[in-house]
């Protein structure tokens, strides 16, 4: 499937709790450098998922390793792109299955073991339903 022609689904909540929105500020807080989205945008995007709260604690995951990794480190921004994608990668695919697909120009095999070394979550893969 062409992530290109994903659209976004229907909102499933209509409002979050506030402890979710302390926690999806946080995640995006964390990225901000990566992924230049809005807040607002995040929030829009938790909202239409079935169960916010499960996809709030992946991401939740996938911060704890990028700031693991991330902040142990001088990187640049080239660097911690691809700390990101590693991270986003590992959130719904086994280890081995993202070292297949890494198209990594800063880092090392090595840095993208280390950063999914800080994983402590199963990956979850990304379910898409089709229109």
Do not use: C
């Not at 499937?1 to 709790?17: R, V, Y």
């Not at 999806?24 to 807080?29: A, D, G």
């Not at 996938?62 to 693991?68: G, H, L, P, R, V």
């Not at 999914?116 to 089709?130: C, D, G, L, R, T």
């Amino acid at each position: 499937m062409d992530p290109n022609k994903l659209t976004p689904g229907p909102i499933q909540h209509a409002k979050l709790t506030d402890e979710q929105l302390a926690r999806i500020t946080h995640v995006q807080k964390v990225f901000h450098e990566v992924d230049s989205s809005p807040l607002e945008k995040w929030v829009d995007d938790f909202k239409r998922d079935v169960h916010p709260d499960n996809e709030i604690t992946i991401y939740e995951n996938m911060a704890t390793a990028y700031e693991a990794f991330a902040t142990s480190k001088a990187l640049s921004i080239d660097a911690k792109k691809e700390v990101y994608q590693v991270v986003l990668l590992r959130s719904g695919a086994p280890e081995v299955d993202v070292i297949a697909h890494l198209k990594l120009k800063v880092l090392t095999e090595k840095d993208a073991r280390e950063i999914m070394a800080h994983f402590s979550a199963a990956p979850e893969p990304i379910k898409v339903v089709k229109p």
